[in-house]
């Protein structure tokens, strides 16, 4: 379940893919931080399974680092699951780093791979 409000409220770096007939392939849900003028966070991202490996999570990626990039932002975040080898492995391979691991980030037991990726 997607919250509808980032395609509202974050319209100029929400993106989705669809098929031909307009079936919903992935998407990446992202704003320019508030706070840090320099930055931009990518909040939610998912491609259906059956087109996972074919680039597609990457080229949504891509749009996000390029609408990013034409909003000045040269630094891009985003956390996920120390745990979670296959979403570590994915954002390494965009060029993230991981910056630390945070304890309990997302209250008791829920530690999170704080990731930077520094655009150029």
């Known amino acids: 379940m997607l919250p509808k409000l980032f395609f509202i409220h974050f319209e100029g770096t929400s993106f989705i893919a669809e098929d031909a007939d307009g079936e919903l392939l992935g998407f990446v849900c992202g704003f320019l931080?508030?706070?840090?003028?320099?930055?931009?966070?990518?909040?939610?991202?998912?491609?259906?399974?059956?087109?996972?490996?074919?680039?597609?999570?990457?080229?949504?990626?891509?749009?996000?680092?390029?609408?990013?990039?034409?909003?000045?932002?040269?630094?891009?975040?985003?956390?996920?699951?120390?745990?979670?080898?296959?979403?570590?492995?994915?954002?390494?391979?965009?060029?993230?780093?991981v910056e630390r691991i945070a304890k309990d980030y997302d209250g008791p037991g829920e530690d999170r791979a704080l990731l930077v990726k520094r655009l150029t």
């Open 33 to 97: 931080s508030q706070t840090q003028d320099d930055e931009a966070y990518i909040h939610f991202v998912g491609v259906t399974p059956e087109d996972r490996g074919d680039g597609l999570g990457r080229r949504l990626y891509e749009h996000f680092f390029e609408e990013a990039r034409t909003n000045g932002r040269t630094i891009v975040r985003c956390v996920t699951s120390p745990a979670n080898d296959g979403s570590l492995a994915f954002h390494e391979a965009l060029g993230f780093e």
